[in-house]
T-cell receptor, first 113, second 109 residues
């Protein structure tokens, strides 16, 4: 079944640890995005990639990094997790760089203690 | 940047109609989206407006007035399964989406 998968589903992490959230899509979408969703704040864009090999910063990029080695995968890395990074993280993709509807993965619930 | 406002919560009765308003201020406008998000799940696409007017899709309709920076999502013949959060999102001239905080709709029998 075509779509976007994210792993892990949930994770509890000690502060200071490194963590990579995985995102894979099989729709051959060019553009991919990472958002975080916090109560009362809505979805906020962390990083994006318009096409394989390129990335850009969103609204809240500090403390996060991404890479886009191929079309399908877009991992998000927290180099040294802090409690303020406790959130639900959604990966999304679209056919073109924003000029199309974005489709979301199921999310990763991350708790940093 | 974007400033997007929508009500936090709304409650309605099964079979009724509910209208969720969204106002926005933007440095560049390139379309408005509505997404539905059930608790613990991913947002799913509902509707898209880029020109003024009403877009109808079954029980759901969305309206846009660019001059007023205003949109609404109309849910008709409410069903229990419509209980969810509804997210208004504005796309800017760089094709980035900015989301409102969402409106939680509770449908009661």
């Amino acid at each position: 079944i075509a779509g976007i998968t994210q792993a892990p589903t949930s994770q509890i992490l000690a502060a200071g640890r490194r963590m990579t959230l995985r995102c894979t899509q099989d729709m051959r979408h060019n553009a991919m995005y990472w958002y975080r969703q916090d109560l009362g704040l809505g979805l906020r864009l962390i990083h994006y990639s318009n096409t394989a090999g390129t990335t850009g910063k969103g609204e809240v990029p500090d403390g996060y990094s991404v890479s886009r080695a191929n079309t399908d995968d877009f991992p998000l890395t927290l180099a040294s997790a802090v409690p303020s990074q406790t959130s639900v993280y959604f990966c999304a993709s679209s056919t073109l760089a924003g000029a199309d509807t974005q489709y979301f993965g199921p999310g990763t619930r991350l708790t940093v203690l | 940047g974007q400033n997007i406002d929508q009500p936090t919560e709304m409650t309605a009765t099964e079979g009724a109609i509910v209208q969720i308003n969204c106002t926005y201020q933007t440095s560049g406008f390139n379309g408005l989206f509505w997404y539905q998000q059930h608790a613990g799940e991913a947002p799913t696409f509902l509707s898209y407006n880029v020109l003024d007017g009403l877009e109808e899709k079954g029980r759901f309709s969305s309206f846009l007035s660019r001059s007023k920076g205003y949109s609404y999502l109309l849910l008709k013949e409410l069903q229990m399964k419509d209980s969810a959060s509804y997210l208004c999102a504005v796309r800017d001239s760089d094709y980035k989406l900015s989301f409102g905080a969402g409106t939680t709709v509770t449908v009661r029998a």
